[in-house]
């Protein structure tokens, strides 16, 4: 089975069409605490998409952030998610520079 997903997942990212079947989702409301199912701050939102769906859509996602780091698309401060970075650096970053224009 996992060999068949592998290669129609790698047939998908291929072409680039993904069969009908796997588009659109199941949305629906899951409630944070069962006592708060009517208060709408207490629920969430999820989406259950097609699991070979969910693959296609990892591979191209890895693909284009690959792509925009080679092209150096991204902007320096937009770090958040990207690889050997993270928001906390740039809060360091962000101390740092504050604490210089206090000493200054």
């Not at 680039?16 to 969430?44: D, Q």
């Amino acid at each position: 089975m996992k060999d068949a997903l592998y290669q129609v997942v790698n047939q998908v990212v291929q072409n680039g069409k993904m069969p009908t079947s796997w588009e659109g989702a199941l949305t629906t409301f899951i409630p944070k605490k069962v006592v708060e199912e009517k208060n709408l701050e207490s629920i969430r939102l999820i989406c259950l998409m097609n699991t070979a769906a969910k693959i296609v859509t990892s591979v191209r996602a890895k693909r284009l952030s690959k792509s925009l780091e080679q092209q150096s698309v991204l902007e320096g401060s937009k770090e958040g998610f990207r690889p050997d970075r993270s928001a906390r650096r740039q809060i360091s970053r962000f101390i740092s520079a504050l604490q210089d224009v206090e000493r200054n």
